[in-house]
């Protein structure tokens, strides 16, 4: 029984340093150490044996069965380092090859005048509201002071989305006006960007979808010199504090008076030119004084309130302080045009 012992311990240990995979290992593990393993099947006979015999035997045995541990323990760190220095071979990183540039993006001319402006109105205590794109007839015209004939709620302008056009999208982000005032009570002061669409054809200065931004100021004893005044900052802040401006009188249902502000042209100084097609002065935005049906309408008391409102075109004004002829160059996303800002 001795020399079986001694033979099994030969081949057993050779075959576990010749083993050459974990399942390999595996294999010889379970035909060694195994419940049916042939160590197990000789130590089943130790039965048979005298006690003197039976001692030596068993410390024999056992004294395999650790060397044998030993021997599949170390044979499987092995494997696992030479595994591991396979992958680090294959793995490894050359830190000096220049790395891939991840490309950035940049700030869209439109966002960077709608920024520019909400900074400007902040810096005079204004805050900024938001409203739905997709507004209520009654937000976008009733509510504002436009009759039941008035040509801008025509179908050919105005994108409906219900038969009774109740529902559309918003002609302009005046409505928002309407959703404040209903909300707070005065005194007010918010500005609201957004986009705005129109049944318009596209053109160099024309798209069904645009960007605006909404002004409303409602206190005791507001008057057309605050107008005048707030409006005068965004606009020195815009183009220079030598920026020549000029109030128009003009119609809007919402305001009473209204006007219209031109600023003179930064192209040529008010001679005439080109960018201001002749005429010296270029058209900026619209304004007004807030009517008082708007304000009743909405619950404030135009006996004791006022208030002034204005409404300016975003790509307008990006086109005009980025000198961009066309409008469409806006919407195109092509990088070349999009990285000179
Ligand atoms: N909603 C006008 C438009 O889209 C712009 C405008 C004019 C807004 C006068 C105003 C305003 O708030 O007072 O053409």
């Not at 075959?15 to 290992?25: G, Q, W």
């Not at 006979?45 to 069965?65: F, P, T, W, Y």
């Not at 220079?240 to 249902?253: C, E, V």
């Not at 080109?274 to 619209?286: A, P, T, Y």
Request: aromatic fraction near 8%; hydrophobic fraction near 35%; charge should be negative.
């Amino acid at each position: 029984m001795k020399e079986l012992l001694n033979k099994l311990k030969e081949t057993s240990l050779s075959s576990v340093l010749k083993a050459e995979s974990p399942e390999e290992l595996e294999n010889l593990r379970v035909k060694y150490l195994g419940k049916k393993g042939e160590l197990t099947s000789i130590l089943k006979q130790m039965g048979k044996l005298s006690d003197e015999d039976r001692r030596v035997i068993g410390q024999a045995a056992n004294s395999i069965r650790a060397s044998l541990e030993e021997a599949f323990e170390s044979r499987k760190n092995q494997m696992y380092e030479k595994l591991l220095d396979l992958r680090l071979k294959l793995e490894t990183t050359d830190v000096t090859v220049p790395g891939s540039k991840m490309r950035i993006g940049k700030k869209h001319p439109v966002s960077i005048i709608i920024d520019e402006v909400k900074d400007i109105f902040i810096g005079m205590g204004f805050t900024v509201a938001d409203g739905p794109e997709t507004e209520l007839a009654k937000y976008n015209f009733d509510k504002l002071n436009h009759d039941e004939n008035h040509p801008a709620r025509d179908r050919q302008d105005t994108f409906y989305f219900s038969e009774d056009d109740n529902i559309l999208l918003r002609t302009s982000t005046s409505p928002v006006q309407i959703r404040v005032m209903e909300m707070r009570s005065p005194p007010i002061r918010v500005i609201s960007p957004g986009r705005v669409y129109r049944k318009d054809e596209v053109d160099a200065t024309h798209s069904p979808m645009f960007h605006q931004i909404e002004g409303l100021v409602v206190d005791k004893g507001i008057t057309m010199g605050d107008l005048k005044g707030t409006l005068n900052t965004l606009i020195e802040r815009l183009y220079g504090s030598d920026a020549k401006t000029r109030f128009r009188p003009h119609h809007f249902p919402f305001t009473e008076p209204s006007c219209e502000i031109d600023v003179q042209c930064f192209e040529c100084g008010g001679e005439g030119c080109r960018v201001c097609k002749n005429e010296g002065w270029i058209e900026l935005l619209g304004a007004g004084m807030v009517h008082p049906y708007v304000l009743e309408g909405c619950g404030t008391d135009s006996r004791v309130y006022s208030g002034f409102a204005f409404g300016v075109g975003v790509e307008r004004m990006a086109m005009r302080r980025f000198n961009i002829p066309d409008l469409r160059m806006l919407y195109e996303n092509d990088m070349r045009f999009l990285d000179q800002f």
